[in-house]
Nanobody, 117 residues
Framework: VQLQASGGGSVQAGGSLRLSCVAS????????MRWYRRAPGKQRDLVAT???????NYAEFVKGRFTISRDNAKTAAYLQMNSLEPEDTAVYYC????????????WGQGTLVTVSS
């Protein structure tokens, strides 16, 4: 399984970006897709989660600003990021896993989001 993340870039505070993550290979369902981020000098944080049925969860620091969605036909996940803040600057990683199968856990290469004030 391979994950290809894209959509990062540089924006000013208050702007928006949409990240995409497309999975290819032997995709098992159901599965869970997540977005994580790692800011410079900080640990990796979970940003948002979406299951195969579309159920979602968000970190408190993005609630109301970010929206995760997915297209099961394409095995793709998206992260719409609005009202971006400088604190959102990070490398964003997508993840696909089946939490009940420890070996089924895959990561994308990361896409950099830079928000300037």
């Amino acid at each position: 399984v391979q994950l290809q993340a894209s959509g990062g870039g540089s924006v000013q505070a208050g702007g928006s970006l949409r990240l995409s993550c497309v999975a290819s290979g032997s995709i098992a369902t159901p599965n869970v897709m997540r977005w994580y981020r790692r800011a410079p000098g900080k640990q990796r944080d979970l940003v948002a989660t979406i299951g195969s049925s579309g159920n979602t969860n968000y970190a408190e620091f993005v609630k109301g600003r970010f929206t995760i969605s997915r297209d099961n036909a394409k095995t793709a996940a998206y992260l719409q990021m609005n009202s971006l803040e400088p604190e959102d600057t990070a490398v964003y990683y997508c993840n696909l896993e089946r939490p009940w199968v420890s070996s089924y856990n895959f990561w994308g290469q990361g896409t950099l989001v830079t928000v300037s004030s």
